[in-house]
């Protein structure tokens, strides 16, 4: 009876150990790539196990790059939770959002700046949807990629995602659309064929 008393105490020490310990596995990755066009966003899908603090960082503004806006989203709901000009950081042009965040899925949207979130949720889109070249409204180049002061940038990007479990990229808001459209053709046409 000693012997089980005992067993079960250290059951319940191991059980709040577990409980308290950090996520798993928990990570850093790295994005790099280049944009074709002024209203092109970029969809990253990261994870984590436990409560935890994010970071999503750009590097590329410094490089020559465009300058960058984040939009995070739950990827449950699809609910906007940070976006429109968040994060910017205006003395060094980079993007940047470090937050306490809850067990789960996000997708974090990378954009050029003014290609902001407009609604609660990513299927509202963006503001600049549409139009490849909305930058040249910044000064008299042509664009793409002029800076709101007009000076001329490049679509290269830099973003990384701390302290996740994983972190890939997903399709444009679009190409999303067109693959949930496509999956319900497809379970339309299977339907109709086992009748």
Known sequence: ????????????????IALAAPQT??????????FTRDDQAN??????TAPAT????TTSYSAGGFSPVLSLFDSQNMNLLVGRDSGLDHANGEASLSLALTTGNYIVA???????????????????????TFTREFGT????????????RTGNFALGISNVVSATAAPEPSNVALAMLGSVC???????ASK
């Open 110 to 132: 990378l954009t050029q700046y003014d290609n902001l979130a407009t609604g609660p949720r990513l299927s509202d889109g963006f503001l600049r949807t549409g139009d490849p």
């Open 25 to 34: 596995f928990a990570a850093n990755f790295t994005f790099a790539g280049s």
């Open 43 to 48: 969809l990253y899908q990261f994870s984590i």
């Open 54 to 57: 994010v970071s999503i960082l």
């Open 1 to 16: 009876m000693n012997i089980n008393r005992k067993l079960k105490s250290l059951l319940g020490v191991f059980c709040l």
């Open 141 to 152: 180049g042509v664009g793409p990629f002029l800076n709101i002061d007009g000076a001329q």
């Open 186 to 192: 497809i379970l339309f046409r299977i339907k109709k």
